[in-house]
């Protein structure tokens, strides 16, 4: 009896990593937090329709961040003005946005010198992996 529990709760944890049950409950929870709509329920529909036209026709799906906020935090990094963050601060930056996955040797990963441009189609890119939870 016992091993027949252990195999459907195997199946169960197969189901939800299969179909990113996980992340779309984080996803949606971070959304409702972030934006505290007054009507939840609503809010909820709405973006699980988001995820499905974006889905359909190939778009981004919402995400919190948009292009504004990758560039202060690649503002906040570069201290000096100097165009580059190092890589360390890459990694960091990425983290700092909960995204997981990413290109971990982007463009100027090999001089330690990451651009404006490479970090923003990274985050940009890995940012659309995390939020498409529709995948």
Do not use: W
Not at 120 to 125: F, L, N, Q, V
């Amino acid at each position: 009896m016992e091993s027949q529990g252990r195999a459907q709760e195997v199946n169960a944890e197969r189901y939800m990593r299969e179909h990113r049950i996980r992340d779309l409950f984080e996803n949606l929870t971070a959304a409702l937090v972030y934006e505290r709509p007054e009507d939840p329920k609503l809010f909820i529909k709405e973006h699980l329709e988001e995820l499905k036209k974006a889905r359909d026709h190939g778009c981004s799906p919402p995400s919190l961040l948009d292009e504004s906020n990758i560039h202060s935090l690649f503002d906040m990094m570069d201290l000096n003005k100097t165009g580059f963050i190092k890589l360390e601060q890459y990694h960091a930056g990425m983290q700092s946005m909960g995204v997981e996955e990413y290109n971990e040797t982007p463009i100027g990963s090999e001089i330690d010198k990451i651009t404006l441009e490479t970090f923003t189609r990274e985050a940009k890119e890995s940012l659309k992996k995390a939020m498409g939870t529709y995948a």
